[in-house]
């Protein structure tokens, strides 16, 4: 499996979104929001993950909202799909739910979303979301990013005797995951390790190839998983 490059948004081209979720009043409330919002285009709506996909496929958004529950596929499912196709690798998948759960938010992570979020968020964060989310960037709720560390510290992948998936990267680069696990922006970790934000982010993409992830978000989960960082760092 090749790794997928990091495609920020184009400058001065509308984010493309697609809308899936089964709930018709949902995906009106959503298109009326976007549909106010200079720089985006809602460019399909999809009413299960099954049509999802088939209309992520057609339409190659640049975001796709996706709802958890939802019939014939969910949203999870539609979400491994839509992430594990080499013809899509520059659409991201942003998760929008109204359970909090656990489970939800790290096996959303883990099938490759780049965020997630309550229904209930205010507009301004769903549209923070969604621009980090075209930039290749990662935002989750706050009200959940702390179940999301727990819930990534109690499932380590490294198993004693097993080598760590770390191994393949070099001092420096584990330097600047740990930055990235912690959240940092490119300019961030440029400031913390004493290097410019272009030397930032080709650590980044360098870390991203090496570890076969789609985007930021699933480096967090490394970091995290391998004990690179730990909570309250």
Request: proline residues 6%; contains cysteine.
């Amino acid at each position: 499996m090749t790794a997928r490059p990091d495609a920020p948004n184009e400058p001065g081209r509308d984010i493309r979104v697609l809308l899936a979720d089964d709930q018709e009043l949902v995906r009106r409330g959503f298109a009326a929001l976007l549909a106010s919002e200079p720089g985006v285009e809602v460019v399909g709506e999809a009413v299960d993950g099954a049509q999802a996909v088939s209309e992520t496929r057609r339409s190659r958004p640049d975001v796709v909202l996706m709802d958890i529950r939802m019939p014939r596929m969910d949203g999870l499912d539609a979400t491994r799909v839509i992430c594990g196709d080499e013809r899509l690798a520059t659409t991201k998948v942003l998760v929008l739910t109204t359970f909090a759960l656990d489970d939800y938010v790290y096996e959303a992570l883990r099938a490759g979303a780049s965020g997630f979020l309550l229904k209930d968020s205010p507009p301004r964060l769903l549209l923070e979301a969604i621009a980090a989310a075209a930039d290749g960037d990662v935002l989750i709720s706050p009200a959940m990013t702390t179940r999301l560390v727990a819930e990534l510290v109690r499932r380590p992948t490294s198993r004693p005797g097993r080598p760590s998936p770390l191994d393949v990267l070099s001092e420096r680069e584990r330097e600047v995951l740990a930055e990235v696990a912690r959240g940092k922006t490119n300019a961030e970790i440029g400031e913390s390790l004493f290097m410019s934000p272009l030397t930032a982010k080709t650590h980044v993409s360098r870390i991203m190839s090496k570890l076969d992830a789609r985007d930021r978000a699933q480096l967090v989960i490394f970091g995290y998983e391998t004990g690179l960082v730990s909570p309250g760092e």
